[in-house]
């Protein structure tokens, strides 16, 4: 099954971290960029980092910018989204999906309808205020 498996969510007291994981399934990640997506109760999708199928472009949500860190390991094909100083705001279910291309740049601007393939389940990430 072609699919993305994330993991490493749970509950962080506020100014923690977490490193959530993605890890692909049934295909290889060489030519995707990966962008991870949260989705906070009762609000939208929302776009929270890229990085380009060689891992040397990366972009952050500015809500995220300077906290949150993405990477990629071709060869183990994984992606990983290191967060620090977690915020209650940053509560939500994330979830890591793949743009086909090779890139030069990526945009985390998220919509309906944006072509981003094989979803994931999604990671939980709870910051009680």
């Known amino acids: 099954q072609v699919q993305f498996v994330e993991s490493g969510g749970g509950l962080v007291q506020p100014g923690g971290s977490l490193r959530l994981s993605c890890a692909a399934s049934g295909f290889t990640l060489d030519y995707y960029a990966i962008h991870w997506v949260r989705q906070a109760p009762g609000k939208e999708r929302e776009g929270v980092s890229c990085v380009t199928n060689s891992g040397a472009t990366t972009n952050y949500a500015d809500s995220v910018n300077g906290r949150f860190s993405i990477s990629r390991d071709n060869f183990k094909n994984t992606v990983h989204l290191q967060m620090s100083n977690l915020k209650p705001e940053d509560t939500a279910i994330y979830y890591c999906?793949?743009?086909?291309?090779?890139?030069?740049?990526?945009?985390?601007?998220?919509?309906?309808?944006?072509?981003?393939?094989?979803w994931g389940q999604g990671t939980q990430v709870t910051v009680p205020s």
């Open positions: 999906a793949a743009e086909y291309g090779v890139l030069e740049g990526c945009s985390t601007h998220y919509y309906p309808g944006r072509k981003l393939l094989y």
